[in-house]
């Protein structure tokens, strides 16, 4: 494997003083099939703290969104710990404590932007009039003020998906989960995304886990990487990644940028 010498001091693992947000620990999943056991994720350990930006890359069928899912709440886990911590004097629910974003953004093609972003708010129950107030707030966060009243149909691909952000973003959840949010975009769209991915992650102080197939892109958005084999998935490796912040694309042509791609071809055998 290369070693990143080249790279700044890593940060720790363990804070001092700190808890951490999420806590997994040999996490595994199976599924029956056709009566035999399908082995998904297979001892998974990373502690994840409020406000990382942790990226999550593997091939394909190795388990990341399988791991979204055990975070969201959609899916049990049947072996391991995963604990996840809410903030004082409540239980986190992930309901209310998880916005959402996938690889397509699903909006609602006879809503407008405003009220697909406040979709949550109708779903969970929450005062309209707050939560108008937030989605404005938060459209003008994503680039797209000005933009409520428009028809998804009027919008590119790339304003689509700062709209799904602003919409995972208006129930002000402490988690944001993204599957592939940036798969459907051309190359170009797609470093513009991870640029906006990056400043709205640093406005809106929430924790990020994002899972892609790319690992350059895995590099510059995460503040830590967990590398997943090939299925049935472990966990390679979960390191820090110490670039400099704010993050340009011009990190791109750095030996410290080239040297993390580099890590992450030998774990997964492609180097």
């Not at 909006?107 to 939560?131: F, Q």
């Not at 979960?238 to 940028?257: D, G, M, N, Q, S």
């Given at each position: ?12 693992m363990?804070?001092?003083g ?29 502690d994840?703290?409020a406000?990382?930006?942790v ?15 055990i ?8 072996g ?7 903030g004082?004097g ?9 916005g ?12 407008n932007?405003?009220?697909n ?5 109708d ?13 404005l ?25 700062r709209?799904?952000?602003a919409?995972?973003?208006l129930?002000d959840?402490?988690l ?21 991915m ?26 830590h990487?967990?590398?997943l ?40 055998g492609?180097?």
């Amino acid at each position: 494997m290369n070693e990143i010498a080249e790279t700044p001091q890593a940060v720790p693992m363990h804070r001092d003083g700190e808890q951490p947000f999420i806590h997994i620990q040999g996490l595994r999943k199976s599924y029956r099939k056709k009566g035999e056991e399908s082995v998904a994720l297979s001892n998974v350990t990373l502690d994840i703290y409020a406000g990382d930006m942790v990226s999550l890359v593997g091939p394909s069928g190795c388990g990341k969104s399988t791991l979204l899912k055990i975070l969201s709440g959609l899916h049990a886990h049947d072996g391991g710990t995963l604990e996840i911590r809410a903030g004082a004097g409540r239980h986190f629910n992930p309901g209310r404590d998880v916005g959402m974003v996938f690889q397509q953004p699903l909006l609602l093609k006879w809503r407008n932007i405003l009220d697909n972003v406040m979709l949550p708010a109708d779903i969970l129950g929450l005062t309209r009039s707050a939560a108008r107030v937030r989605a404005l707030e938060l459209l003008d966060m994503v680039g797209l003020g000005g933009q409520g009243k428009k028809m998804p149909y009027e919008l590119s691909g790339g304003m689509q998906q700062r709209a799904a952000i602003a919409r995972a973003l208006l129930h002000d959840p402490s988690l944001v989960l993204m599957d592939e949010p940036f798969g459907a975009l051309d190359a170009l769209t797609r470093e513009k995304m991870n640029l906006e991915m990056l400043r709205i992650w640093e406005q809106s102080h929430k924790t990020f886990v994002v899972v892609t197939h790319s690992i350059q892109e895995a590099v510059f958005l995460g503040t830590h990487c967990a590398v997943l084999t090939a299925g049935p998935a472990r966990m390679a490796d979960f390191f820090p990644i110490t670039l400099p912040a704010p993050r340009t694309l011009h990190v791109k042509a750095t030996p410290e940028f080239t040297a993390y791609v580099s890590r992450i071809y030998d774990l997964l055998g492609v180097a």
